[in-house]
């Protein structure tokens, strides 16, 4: 399973970006697609996650500002991000929970990331 990550860039203070990934190769089905991001000298850190199913769980210093939505029909999962801060730059990290086969458990898969960067 491949994540290819897109939509990030430079922005200033109070803008606004909004990221994609695509998730391809062998899916049999995905559990659920999410972001995570790390910043210099931090650890790797929840954005957001949504379910096939339309659950959604987001990171107690995002929520109001980011959005996370989905197309199961495309495995694509979309991050709206609003008011953007400079501590939300990082590297976006695309991660999905996805099976291969019918037999087969589900894996976290993650793809490269995208940065982020936020000017003040």
Known sequence: VQ???CGGGLVQVGGSLKLSCVASGRIFSLYDMG???RAPGRQR???ATITT???TNYADSVKGRFTISSDNAKNTVYLQMND???EDTAVYLCNTRARTSSGDSYRAYWG???QV???S
């Open 3 to 5: 994540l290819q990550a």
């Open 35 to 37: 972001w995570y991001r």
């Open 45 to 47: 850190g929840l954005v």
């Open 53 to 55: 199913g339309g659950s």
């Open 84 to 86: 953007l801060e400079p």
């Open 112 to 114: 490269q990331g995208t």
């Open 117 to 119: 960067t936020v000017s």
